[in-house]
């Protein structure tokens, strides 16, 4: 039964709640309020059915937080000179954190929900919930300088800003309900009618295709916007991969087809890495399907002892591989190309926690423009993320593999993106099609502000370590934690320009103050850079060479024409029953330089050939400073 009074005093109790909720999200008052009104419309609409439900407001909150989402603009609070410092601060260290960890923290800190149904709203499994609401305390914490225990505080003082917020009166909130279910009426009958027309035929019609993914059809003057269960996509099934196409991505996996939707149920995150719902919020339309891909596998197990010991033997199906393959229709082909490349940023510069970006690979021959990444996550299960991403005209195609068991080749990656964009291939807004892939390895995506120095997303897994990385942002670098007591080189001097540091941590490990990993850089002439690099070189031998207390070992030495890099792993003895380890690389590109290093303690400490590989991505993006030249 539709009873307004019950609806009216759910309307005045919870909207003020979830509109703290959506401000807390998005840093967007205007946009929050807007989404906060349009989901209690949308609730009257249904009220039939929410009415029954034992918490109705949990199911107006996830509509309510997508449409904040969908209608924020990047950080506004920088361009509104009203909002507190406090809050501005507030919002910024927020803006930081992944959307998995922004909506764990501000629903734990915020809300009346339980863990268990957080984990639901954020849309992964509560382990993995639970880490990344300890992510988002230590590096909200960090961000704002308070101490861990201060975050809800901080949190609660974001309802200042909306004290005082006018919203439309229950009666007003209901008739535009009513009109919306109207609208929806007649729109299925005007499509009855149109076929009938057409054809002679009743067709049976869902209802009319919407024009966007936040726009609908609607009588005149009545506005309606994305989540209506009566929207259908804007692309056909028949555009996406079959299962028979996933036997590429893995020997012996049986892969089986798992949802296709439009994406607009739940927190919308269905891939690692991903930031928001659509990369294209405008776009005409979306299409979503998960694969997974598992395995048989003989397990046995022992019971008993001695004589009475019996083993048991038994086949298992194990998950050992998940897919998901998305396509975005943009409204033209440079939304498209905005929607790739915020995609690309996505995996480019990941903010999951313990996930780090191992490869990157241009790819020719598929679509418009063509690119696969390589990255791995180093979490209590293990695994290697293979994501292929194309534009094809107004499309956006995304194709991911995550994998426990054997990583997938950039090669055959490629040939997945490939049947993708050939699937859709012919269809409404798609562009070129794809031929036989041709890959080749390539510089990573620049990332950060300023670009030219490694990101969060470079660092390897370390041994011992609790939660995840987090960098300090880039500072002048009027002190070098980089360097060692053999070299003792500073970034100061007459001719040096972007002069910056930075040093990662493990914010959680609070007893670890020396552990740490430091990048320092800077640019200057190329005749200077290369004598820096040298006289660097210089030190490092000559301190092994002179004191029997220090052992060098050189575990990469080269030099070409614009870059040169040099690593190596340095033992000093400061003591009789003391001994330091120190990893340590310099390296130039062009006119740019700069020195990595790492101090491994307390049986925290990286594989050497992970320090190797992040000296040569510290090398490969060096040349993005703003000032770099070759």
Same mark, same amino acid.
């Given at each position: 039964m539709?009873s307004?009074?019950?609806?009216d005093?759910?309307?005045?109790?919870?909207?003020?709640r #979830?509109?703290l909720e959506?401000?807390?999200?998005?840093?967007?008052?205007?946009?929050?309020r807007?989404?906060?009104?349009?989901?209690?419309s949308?609730?009257?609409?249904h009220?039939?059915k929410?009415?029954? #439900?034992?918490?109705?407001e949990?199911?107006?909150?996830?509509?309510?937080?997508?449409r904040?989402?969908?209608?924020h603009t990047?950080?506004p609070?920088?361009?509104?000179k009203?909002?507190?410092? *406090?809050?501005?601060a507030?919002?910024? !260290?927020?803006?930081k954190?992944?959307?998995?960890?922004?909506?764990a923290?501000v629903?734990?800190?915020?809300?009346?929900?339980?863990?268990?149904d957080i984990?639901?709203?954020?849309?992964l499994p509560?382990?993995?919930?639970?880490?990344a609401?300890?992510?988002?305390t230590?590096?909200f914490?960090m961000?704002?300088?308070?101490?861990s225990?201060?975050v809800?505080?901080?949190l609660?003082?974001?309802?200042a800003?909306?004290?005082?917020?006018?919203?439309?009166?229950s009666?007003?909130i209901?008739?535009?309900?009513?009109?919306?279910?109207?609208?929806?009426?007649?729109i299925?009958s005007?499509?009855?009618?149109?076929?009938?027309?057409?054809?002679?035929?009743?067709v049976?019609?869902?209802?009319?295709e919407?024009?966007?993914?936040?726009?609908e059809?609607a009588?005149?003057?009545?506005?309606?916007?994305?989540g209506s269960?009566?929207?259908?996509?804007a692309?056909?099934?028949?555009?996406?991969?079959a299962?028979?196409?996933?036997?590429?991505?893995?020997?012996?996996l049986?892969?089986s087809e798992?949802?296709?939707?439009?994406?607009l149920?739940g927190?919308g #995150?269905?891939?690692?890495?991903?930031?928001?719902?659509?990369?294209d919020p405008?776009?005409?339309g979306?299409?979503?399907?998960?694969f997974?891909?598992?395995?048989?596998?003989?397990k046995s197990?022992r019971t008993? %002892?001695?004589k009475k010991a019996?083993?048991?033997r038994r086949?298992?199906t194990?998950?050992?591989?998940?897919?998901?393959?998305f396509v975005e229709l943009?409204?033209d082909?440079?939304? !498209?190309?905005?929607a790739?490349?915020?995609?690309r940023?996505w995996y480019a510069?990941?903010?999951d926690?313990?996930?780090q970006l191992l490869?990157?690979?241009?790819?020719?021959r598929?679509g418009?423009?063509a690119?696969v990444?390589?990255l791995?996550?180093? *979490?209590?299960?293990?695994?290697r993320?293979?994501?292929?991403?194309?534009?094809?005209g107004?499309?956006?195609?995304?194709?991911?593999?995550?994998?426990?068991?054997?990583p997938?080749?950039?090669?055959?990656?490629?040939a997945?993106?490939?049947? !993708?964009?050939?699937?859709a291939?012919g269809?409404?807004g798609?562009?070129?099609? !794809?031929?036989?892939?041709k890959?080749?390895?390539?510089e990573?995506?620049?990332v950060?502000?300023p670009t030219g120095?490694?990101?969060?997303?470079?660092?390897p897994?370390?041994?011992?370590?609790?939660g995840p990385?987090v960098?300090?942002?880039?500072?002048r670098?009027r002190s070098n934690?980089?360097?060692t007591?053999c070299d003792?080189?500073?970034?100061?001097?007459?001719g040096m320009?972007?002069?910056?540091t930075?040093?990662f941590?493990?914010?959680e490990?609070q007893?670890e %103050?020396?552990?740490?990993?430091?990048?320092?850089?800077?640019?200057?002439k190329?005749?200077?850079?290369t004598s820096?690099?040298?006289e660097?070189?210089?030190?490092?031998?000559?301190?092994g060479?002179?004191?029997?207390?220090?052992?060098?070992?050189?575990?990469v *030495?080269r030099?070409r024409?614009d870059t040169e890099?040099?690593?190596?792993?340095?033992?000093v003895?400061?003591?009789?029953?003391?001994?330091?380890q120190?990893?340590?690389?310099i390296?130039?590109?062009? *006119?740019?330089?700069?020195?990595?290093g790492?101090?491994?303690?307390?049986g925290?400490t990286?594989?050497?050939?992970?320090?190797t590989a992040?000296?040569e991505r510290?090398?490969?993006? #060096?040349?993005?400073?703003?000032?770099?030249t070759?």
């Amino acid at each position: 039964m539709r009873s307004p009074e019950a609806f009216d005093t759910f309307y005045a109790t919870t909207r003020d709640r #979830l509109l703290l909720e959506a401000y807390a999200l998005t840093g967007d008052l205007p946009a929050a309020r807007t989404a906060v009104r349009d989901a209690f419309s949308v609730a009257w609409h249904h009220w039939s059915k929410v009415g029954r #439900l034992d918490d109705p407001e949990a199911w107006v909150r996830p509509h309510a937080h997508s449409r904040a989402l969908h209608r924020h603009t990047a950080r506004p609070w920088h361009r509104d000179k009203a909002v507190d410092a *406090n809050v501005r601060a507030t919002l910024e !260290a927020l803006a930081k954190l992944t959307s998995h960890e922004r909506k764990a923290l501000v629903l734990t800190s915020l809300s009346p929900l339980s863990l268990a149904d957080i984990a639901r709203e954020v849309g992964l499994p509560r382990a993995d919930t639970e880490r990344a609401l300890q992510s988002a305390t230590s590096r909200f914490a960090m961000a704002r300088a308070v101490p861990s225990t201060d975050v809800r505080l901080r949190l609660d003082a974001l309802r200042a800003p909306l004290l005082g917020t006018s919203w439309p009166r229950s009666t007003i909130i209901r008739r535009t309900g009513t009109a919306r279910r109207r609208t929806h009426t007649l729109i299925g009958s005007a499509a009855v009618i149109a076929a009938l027309l057409v054809s002679g035929t009743v067709v049976a019609s869902g209802g009319a295709e919407p024009s966007s993914l936040d726009q609908e059809s609607a009588l005149p003057g009545i506005s309606m916007r994305e989540g209506s269960v009566d929207e259908a996509p804007a692309l056909e099934d028949a555009t996406m991969l079959a299962t028979a196409q996933m036997k590429r991505y893995g020997r012996g996996l049986t892969w089986s087809e798992g949802e296709t939707s439009d994406n607009l149920a739940g927190s919308g #995150l269905v891939m690692p890495c991903q930031q928001a719902r659509f990369a294209d919020p405008a776009g005409a339309g979306a299409l979503m399907r998960s694969f997974t891909g598992t395995a048989e596998v003989d397990k046995s197990s022992r019971t008993g %002892k001695g004589k009475k010991a019996r083993t048991t033997r038994r086949t298992v199906t194990e998950e050992r591989a998940t897919a998901v393959q998305f396509v975005e229709l943009s409204a033209d082909e440079a939304q !498209a190309q905005a929607a790739f490349e915020i995609t690309r940023g996505w995996y480019a510069d990941c903010l999951d926690s313990r996930v780090q970006l191992l490869s990157t690979d241009a790819v020719s021959r598929v679509g418009d423009d063509a690119t696969v990444m390589t990255l791995r996550s180093w *979490n209590k299960t293990p695994s290697r993320i293979s994501v292929g991403l194309a534009r094809t005209g107004q499309l956006t195609v995304t194709t991911l593999v995550r994998s426990t068991g054997a990583p997938v080749a950039a090669k055959t990656a490629a040939a997945g993106l490939a049947a !993708a964009v050939n699937a859709a291939c012919g269809s409404p807004g798609a562009g070129a099609c !794809a031929g036989p892939p041709k890959v080749r390895p390539s510089e990573p995506f620049p990332v950060g502000k300023p670009t030219g120095l490694l990101a969060a997303v470079d660092m390897p897994p370390v041994a011992g370590a609790v939660g995840p990385w987090v960098g300090t942002d880039p500072e002048r670098a009027r002190s070098n934690f980089a360097s060692t007591r053999c070299d003792n080189t500073q970034f100061r001097g007459q001719g040096m320009r972007h002069t910056l540091t930075r040093t990662f941590v493990f914010p959680e490990m609070q007893k670890e %103050k020396t552990f740490g990993l430091t990048q320092t850089v800077a640019t200057m002439k190329p005749s200077q850079a290369t004598s820096f690099v040298d006289e660097v070189r210089s030190r490092i031998r000559k301190c092994g060479e002179a004191n029997l207390g220090t052992s060098v070992d050189s575990l990469v *030495n080269r030099s070409r024409k614009d870059t040169e890099l040099t690593v190596w792993d340095l033992d000093v003895e400061i003591s009789d029953n003391r001994t330091i380890q120190f990893w340590m690389a310099i390296m130039r590109d062009g *006119n740019a330089v700069s020195q990595v290093g790492f101090t491994p303690t307390n049986g925290m400490t990286m594989a050497r050939d992970d320090f190797t590989a992040i000296a040569e991505r510290a090398l490969e993006r #060096l040349g993005d400073l703003p000032s770099a030249t070759r």
